[in-house]
């Protein structure tokens, strides 16, 4: 696979001053790319086949490749996922977070557990009101060494994924750590479920809306670039 091929292109129509004219005066068309992140968060283990996932190592210089592109002038972020690899779910995460170009996410279907960090990461948020975000500690499969620097590392890192949600949302730091830890919210864990309208007013995500709103915010923000 080429770098970027796997951000698929779509075109954003600009003014002539904005998006640069050739050299008969018409005007360029800035691209809008799109990626999606679906399934489960591949990390450092294949899925097994038949699972639907997002391979990390496809994502990143796809978006390498996506900043370096002088014809393209915004990232959609498209999620449903179901979460997956931590490590792998904030890179890509970070890797958003860290574009100069303009950067919508929305949320269709779901954003549960690392999804949440890759929801909030772009610049703009979106999420239409039937999908729902899954909020809930760090969890860890395998076996499990009950040693004291076991909790130490799983507490650094979920103060790693708290610190990125604080950090690209406008929920606060008690309130982040009560929804992740509610004890009556989910049927055989802890943690919290929101809908769309919950995760906005919880201020996880700025906006209700689907594509015709993303779109449009991020055609907004490219033509102010």
């Not at 954003?111 to 929801?119: K, R, T």
């Not at 729902?132 to 076996?143: A, C, D, K």
């Amino acid at each position: 696979m080429k770098n970027g091929d796997f951000l698929k292109e779509t075109t954003s129509e600009k003014s002539s001053s904005a998006a640069g004219s050739d050299k008969d005066g018409t005007a360029k068309a800035k691209t809008i790319r799109s990626l999606s992140i679906i399934g489960q968060v591949e990390g450092h283990t294949s899925l097994s086949e038949g699972q639907k996932g997002t391979k990390y190592e496809e994502v990143l210089p796809s978006l390498v490749a996506f900043e370096e592109d002088d014809a393209v002038g915004g990232l959609l972020v498209l999620l449903n996922t179901v979460g997956g690899d931590v490590e792998a779910g904030l890179c890509m995460a970070e890797m958003i977070a860290s574009l100069k170009k303009p950067t919508v996410s929305l949320v269709l279907g779901g954003g549960h557990s690392i999804g949440v960090p890759l929801a909030v990461s772009a610049r703009r948020s979106f999420i239409v009101p039937s999908a729902t975000l899954t909020l809930h500690p760090v969890r860890i499969n395998g076996t499990v060494i009950g040693a004291e620097q076991t909790y130490q590392y799983l507490e650094g890192v979920q103060n790693h994924i708290n610190r990125f949600i604080l950090t690209h949302s406008a929920i606060g730091e008690a309130r982040l750590r009560e929804l992740m830890t509610a004890p009556d919210k989910l049927s055989s864990d802890i943690g919290t479920v929101l809908d769309g309208y919950e995760a906005v007013r919880e201020g996880l995500l700025g906006e209700i809306g689907g594509l015709r709103e993303a779109m449009t915010a991020l055609r907004t923000m490219i033509d102010a670039e």
